[in-house]
């Protein structure tokens, strides 16, 4: 589990990040990303149920995600807020092959340190 300080929660954040963040495409999830002014990086990730009808598929896929960030945190430039949308692919895809493309994302974003 992402500690409190690293999770984009309020709506109003996810709005806005939404609105105006930069977008990054791959098969297994799109990334958002956009400049904030705290001192940490924060992440959101949305499954929806068009991904699987099922919870235990979704919410495998999100702890998958939760453990690539945590496992990478202090290689991600800090200052950032990060909205992960994730796309059918992502139940399928073995971890290392999210890992790979999380890391790819975030290496063209500029932001992987």
């Given at each position: 589990?992402?500690?409190k300080?690293?999770?984009?929660?309020?709506n109003?954040?996810?709005q806005?990040?939404?609105?105006?963040?930069?977008?990054y495409f791959?098969?297994?999830?799109?990334?958002?990303?956009?400049?904030?002014?705290?001192?940490?990086?924060?992440?959101?990730?949305v499954?929806?149920?068009?991904i699987?009808k099922?919870?235990?598929?979704?919410?495998r896929?999100?702890?998958?995600i939760r453990?690539?960030?945590?496992k990478?945190?202090t290689?991600i430039s800090q200052?950032?807020?990060f909205?992960?949308l994730?796309k059918?692919?992502?139940t399928?895809?073995?971890?290392?092959?999210?890992?790979?493309t999380f890391?790819?994302?975030?290496?063209?974003a500029?932001?992987?340190?």
């Amino acid at each position: 589990m992402l500690a409190k300080k690293y999770r984009l929660s309020a709506n109003k954040d996810i709005q806005y990040v939404l609105k105006r963040g930069e977008i990054y495409f791959s098969p297994f999830f799109n990334i958002k990303i956009l400049k904030n002014n705290l001192k940490n990086s924060r992440f959101c990730i949305v499954i929806s149920t068009n991904i699987s009808k099922k919870a235990v598929i979704r919410n495998r896929a999100k702890r998958q995600i939760r453990a690539i960030i945590s496992k990478n945190i202090t290689k991600i430039s800090q200052n950032y807020d990060f909205i992960i949308l994730t796309k059918p692919a992502v139940t399928v895809t073995a971890f290392k092959d999210l890992e790979k493309t999380f890391e790819f994302l975030l290496r063209k974003a500029g932001i992987w340190q």
